[in-house]
Structures are given as structure tokens and as C-alpha cells.
């Protein structure tokens, strides 16, 4: 569903998604990338007439979480049950090569200078890519840490956020991987945004509230409030020029039903 943020309406349904995980934005080239997790593969979208103009078959199984990296040039596709990222070049609309991974990758965050970030589910740890070799430089571990998910990178501070199954959120120098604090959020999050021009970041559960937390420096965190939303909303995406947050949730959200009932959640930082 492609929906006007100015008027809150549906513009456009594009057909063909086989159960769409994430989407990463190619301005230059005017395209997105949607990991198709039934599918093993990523579709390539057209922002200009939002039709799908092409397809690009991956190794992994179940690509989930999905990224452009500036340093590179290049789309990541974090493989869910294969361990893996596939390397996508959108010049050539190909996958490159693969970077194994010692645990199923979950979001992950670039900043822009060749290094990636990403939160490994099932270890509890955090991997640290370099995207000019395409080579993991070290995994950090996130205790007490269970369940990793959502993750947002703070470049300004070189701090990163990682929500948690068991409901923390963890908060790791990027530097050097020591934990520098951890700050109770709503179990089952998966999702995070940090938002540096207002230091808010915002993490929302399947506890049905979207908590938002303060960032006074680099290592101090304060809880702030916990909005109610809804128990099937634990994804968002965040407008850093004007500051608001969207969640989308659905009535009907359980497994081996159809999805149906979606709303969508609009937050304005004050």
C-alpha cells in the first residue's frame, strides 16, 4: 500500500508483493526495494509511477530487513533463516555475493562511511559489516539482551539502539561495542527510530503502547512516556524533517489468518 502522508490517504495498491518485510530507498535511481519473504527475492519499484519494473532472485531464504548503503553503493538484504545478507547491486539489479553470519540477521543500519550494523535474533548479539570488503569485523554481544529486532543508528554520538524480545532497549557505542545503557521499553518491539534533530527515539510493542525515550547525552537515556496504539503495532517509520512518527497496526493480525482492519498511527513529536 503506498499512502499520501499529506492527506492520510491510499494512493495505490501494487500487486505482485509475496509477503513484503522491508523497504529500502534509492532516490538517485528513483527506486525502492522490497524484500519479498515468501518470494527469496526483491522486488524493484519505480517511485515515480509506483508499478513494479523488475525482480532480483536472492540465495537467502526469507529476506527481511532491507538497506542502502551510501559507502557502497549497494542494497543489503538481511536473510532471516539462512543467516545471511545478500549484497544487491541496483545498477546491474543483481545480488553480487553473500556475507554469512552467525545468527538470523534482523534490522540493520548503515552509517554511510562502510560500516553496517546489524542485530542477530537467536545469538542475542550485534554484527559489525564492512561494507568495501563485505566481510563481518566482529560481533558484539547485547546481554541481557533477548530477541534483538528493531535497530537505529545515532551517527552524530556513534551510539546504536537495538530493541529486544524481552523489552530493552539496548544502547551500544559503535566505536567499540561496550554497552552504555539499557532503558526498559515494551516487550516485543520491532522497531526503533532515533530522531537526531529532537534526540527521541521510539520504540513500539506488541504490549500495544509505543514508548518514547530521551536522549540527554550520549550514554543518559530517560524514559519519557508510553502511548497506547494497538497490540498488532511494531513497525514504524519516522519523518525526521517534520518530526512524526507512522505505525500502522491491523484488527485482525494473527497467524494463518488474513490480515485485514489496518489503521494508521500518526505521532508529532511535541
Not at 566481510?135 to 539502539?161: K, M, Y
Not at 503495532?233 to 512524526?244: G, K, Q, S
Request: proline share 4%; aromatic share 4%.
Amino acid at each position: 500500500m503506498v499512502v499520501d502522508a499529506r492527506t492520510g490517504k491510499i494512493t495505490r495498491e501494487i500487486p505482485g508483493i509475496k509477503h513484503a518485510h522491508g523497504v529500502a530507498l534509492v532516490p538517485a535511481l528513483r527506486r525502492a526495494y522490497v524484500t519479498n519473504g515468501h518470494g527469496d527475492d526483491v522486488s524493484v519499484i519505480n517511485l515515480e509511477t509506483l508499478t513494479t519494473v523488475g525482480h532480483i532472485k536472492v540465495d537467502g531464504k526469507n529476506p527481511d530487513a532491507v538497506i542502502y548503503d551510501n559507502a557502497s553503493g549497494h542494497v543489503l538484504a538481511m536473510n532471516g533463516d539462512s543467516n545471511s545478507i545478500s549484497v544487491i547491486d541496483p545498477q546491474l539489479g543483481k545480488e553480487l555475493t553473500t556475507i554469512a553470519l552467525v545468527g538470523n540477521p534482523e534490522f540493520a543500519a548503515s552509517d554511510g562511511s562502510g560500516n553496517v550494523y546489524v542485530n542477530l535474533e537467536d545469538k542475542g548479539e550485534l554484527a559489525h559489516i564492512d561494507t568495501k570488503t563485505n566481510a563481518v569485523l566482529r560481533n558484539w554481544p547485547l546481554a541481557p539482551c533477548e530477541g534483538p529486532t528493531g535497530l537505529a543508528l545515532d551517527q552524530s554520538h556513534q551510539r546504536i539502539f537495538s530493541v529486544c524480545a524481552n523489552g530493552w532497549l539496548i544502547v551500544t557505542d559503535a566505536t567499540n561495542g561496550h554497552q552504555v545503557a539499557k532503558i526498559a521499553v515494551g516487550k516485543d518491539p520491532d522497531a526503533v527510530a532515533y530522531d537526531a534533530a529532537t534526540g527521541m527515539i521510539f520504540s513500539p510493542s506488541r504490549t500495544g503502547v509505543l514508548n518514547i525515550v530521551r536522549q540527554i547525552d550520549a550514554d543518559h537515556y530517560q524514559a519519557v512516556e508510553a502511548l497506547p496504539t494497538m497490540k498488532s503495532v511494531r513497525t514504524l517509520a519516522l519523518d525526521e524533517t517534520h518530526h512524526i512518527v507512522y505505525l500502522v497496526g491491523a484488527k485482525v493480525a494473527e497467524r494463518g489468518k488474513s490480515v485485514s482492519g489496518f489503521t494508521l498511527f500518526v505521532v508529532k513529536a511535541r
